[in-house]
């Protein structure tokens, strides 16, 4: 019985302990989870509406004025979709290389890369182990070294993959200048020239990039220890896109 409210249901008429649901094997949903998919829903919802609005205007239509929106999200959740990537790679390339060459746990140089249990083959040690969340709160309470690890690998490479992908992407400063002339508009009070709107750009872009970045990390990161339901990324992507539309 997988379904969190029936099991609560068929644990009270069992004489079974409530704090059973919060901490469950298996990998089972529980109460904390129940918990965490809230409170981490309406943060994102949150953080989705803070923006930062800087005014524009229309170079020949006077009176024609509006404001360009730089989110808080700049870079929406590409950054931690690579970093989940990346971190599923290694994990992947950690098991092929344990399965061929090191079943018994023996190469100290394979041992590095990843550590496997050959009953269930999850990870046991080495950098596949240090690269995947713990199964729920419970192991993260028993082993807080990996748990931390875990977030501070998804929060890294979710900022470094942010400022590669504003720069490919065409989310810049200077891009965003650019685009911004093409299409006749411009910055109250600065010349119309890409460098003098880009100058006002790189006062917030840069750092929101980052923020952006540590932010969905830390989410994802947290969300899959915590066991959230549809895990963080998948709650980033499924209120965005609600809200999108």
Known sequence: ????????????????????????????????????????????????????????????????????????????????????????????VAQIMWARYNVNNTSFFFNILGKFDPQNTTPIGGLAYYVTPPAGLGEAMIDPFRALSFVTVMVVASILFAKVWVEVSGLSAQNVSKQLIDSGMQIPGFRRRPTSISHVLNRYIPILTVLSGFFVGLIAGVSQILGAFGSGTGLLLTIGIIIQY
Request: positive net charge; without cysteine; aromatic residues 14%.
């Open 1 to 92: 019985t997988y379904g969190i409210l029936p099991y609560i249901v068929s644990l009270l008429m069992s004489g079974g302990s409530i704090v059973d649901a919060f901490f469950r094997s298996s990998g089972a949903p529980t109460l904390i989870g129940l918990f965490t998919t809230i409170i981490i829903g309406a943060f994102i919802i949150y953080i989705e509406g803070v923006r930062l609005e800087l005014p524009i205007a229309h170079a020949q239509y006077r009176g024609f004025r509006g404001r360009y929106p730089v989110k808080l999200l700049y870079v929406s959740v590409i950054p931690v979709i690579l970093a989940s990537a990346m971190t599923s790679s290694i994990y992947m």
